[in-house]
């Protein structure tokens, strides 16, 4: 289970000021939160075959490199498991792959949406978000398919929040 703690995001040591120009992909994007706005809340529960024997470095990843910027977004991870069999079950274990479940919940489905289209937006495009590239782009190495389904309703503990960006571009001041 992943763990439902208090998140401290200290600021950044570095100045930024609103640029007039259209954002090149080599500017800096900082993070910019405007006011929350209370959302219906939802879980994703994503399903994946991975690579047989991945599951522990598949949980390393998400757990150290994905869930860290899904949190200063606004998601919270819940957990993650992987499918076990039973030696009496009637389900029968495949030999090429593993099965896990993740379970992350939303302020809402746009919340949702914004996470997966334009996370640079909520979060910016710092050493973090460069890990999280990283990171996706090893997870689909070793993932064979995919799936999510949403669930809705009233959840616990410490919600999720959606701040959309405010649209502004911003420089770095050396």
Known sequence: MAEDRPIYMPGLQENYSVSNSAASS???IP???AMAEPREEILT???RRIKKGSFEEFHAIVSERIWPYAEKIGARPVGQW???YLPNSSAEEND???EVYSLVR???FNHY???RESPISMGGNGPDFQQLL???EILNTITFSQSTEFLAGPMWGSKPHYTPSTGENFQLNN
């Open 26 to 28: 080599n500017e800096a």
């Open 31 to 33: 993070a910019r939160l």
């Open 45 to 47: 529960l994503d399903y």
């Open 82 to 84: 992987k499918v076990m």
């Open 96 to 98: 090429e792959y593993d």
């Open 106 to 108: 939303y302020a809402s």
């Open 113 to 115: 949406l914004a996470a």
């Open 134 to 136: 990283g990171a996706v």
